[in-house]
């Protein structure tokens, strides 16, 4: 029997719930876009907190959240019980999801294939997880397109941010990623979002929405 990963990053953790405690209005709002129009089962890879929770609309029938992390699965199971849809969390990272062939509608991921250690494995998951023409929606932070960016980003990247952010790349094409990972992107926007300055190197976000072939 396989048994359940999980991940520990107890500092970066506790960062992480306060800071999507305080979220700005404009990424507030970008959550509501990412997960607008969502209906059937829906898988959440990454959950956090639980911070999406409020977000899903009335047509998701059940969100089976998956987070490796021990306190952020611990207030991701609290913000369920206040949630507007069915929400279950369960222990899991993104390259081995408890989740059946096909089981699920769409799948949420967001801030967190930055994080996870082979994008590559956690996308062949989640398209995995999906049902032939399931969509996935992502809102992820990104290589910049602006060469001084991307410069400071690859630095970062090679030097503390990973160890200091929970594993977190600054410098990942995500989008480039989910395309080949066997992925139609049907839409995709880009954005700066920058609440103070010390995120910079993570400024730079992509949100869209990807059909699984």
């Given amino acids: 029997m396989t048994s359940v990963k999980e991940a520990h990053h107890p500092l970066f953790a ?17 959550r509501t876009e990412l997960l607008s129009g969502l ?9 956090g907190a639980g911070t999406n929770f409020d977000y899903y609309p009335a047509g998701v029938t059940e969100v089976v959240a998956v987070e490796p992390e021990a306190y952020l699965r611990e207030k991701a199971t609290a913000a ?17 999801l408890p989740a059946p ?4 509608d769409s799948a949420v991921a967001c801030l967190v294939l930055c994080s996870v250690p082979d994008q590559a494995a956690a996308l062949a998951e989640l398209r995995r997880v999906l049902r032939p023409g399931g969509e996935l929606r992502f809102y992820e932070h990104v290589l910049s397109r602006k060469p001084l960016v991307a410069w400071a980003q690859r630095l970062v990247d090679r030097t503390f941010w990973p160890t200091t952010f929970g594993g977190c790349h600054t410098a ?42």
């Fill in 172 to 213: 990942r094409d995500t989008p480039a990623a989910i395309a080949a990972a066997g992925f139609k992107i049907e839409q995709q926007r880009r954005m700066w979002v920058a609440p103070v300055p010390v995120v910079l190197p993570a400024a730079t976000h992509a949100l869209g929405r990807a059909r699984r072939s």
């Fill in 101 to 104: 062939d096909g089981g699920f």
């Fill in 14 to 30: 506790r960062l992480y719930g306060f800071m999507t405690r305080y979220e700005s209005a404009q990424e507030r709002g970008h």
């Fill in 39 to 47: 209906s059937g089962r829906v898988l959440e890879v990454g959950a």
């Fill in 80 to 96: 369920a019980t206040r949630a507007p849809v069915k929400v279950t969390v369960l222990t899991g990272t993104a390259d081995q």
